[in-house]
């Protein structure tokens, strides 16, 4: 691995990192905000997986990134979003 691909490898890591240690940023409020969540980065590693040659299924992407099963996090962290969060998603994301 080249020390660019290491740096950008350990600022994902970082990233992720942040993303757990902030569990109160709900992936509604990150799509609001910034237009890209912890499921949106889930899918682009399958998809910078797939640009490898290499298999990475979406659930496995998703444990990666939220570090267990999205099932499990779901169930511990994900509150219920506000009428306000949803139609600002619908406004700014109107196709997701």
């Known amino acids: 691995m080249d020390k660019q ?12 990192a942040h993303l757990d240690e902030r ?4 992936n509604i409020d990150l799509m609001n905000l910034a237009g890209f969540c912890r499921n ?5 590693m399958v ?3 797939e640009e490898q040659g290499v298999e990475i299924d979406y659930e496995s992407a998703r444990e990666k990134v939220y570090g ?3 099932s499990e996090w779901k169930k511990k962290y994900q509150t219920e979003a506000s009428a ?13």
């Open 5 to 16: 691909t290491e740096i950008e490898a350990a600022v994902f890591r970082r990233l992720v």
């Open 23 to 26: 569990k109160d940023a709900q």
């Open 40 to 44: 949106c980065l889930s899918k682009w």
């Open 47 to 49: 998809a910078a997986a």
């Open 68 to 70: 267990e099963p999205y």
């Open 84 to 96: 306000e969060q949803y139609a600002k998603l619908a406004e700014t994301h109107p196709h997701d």
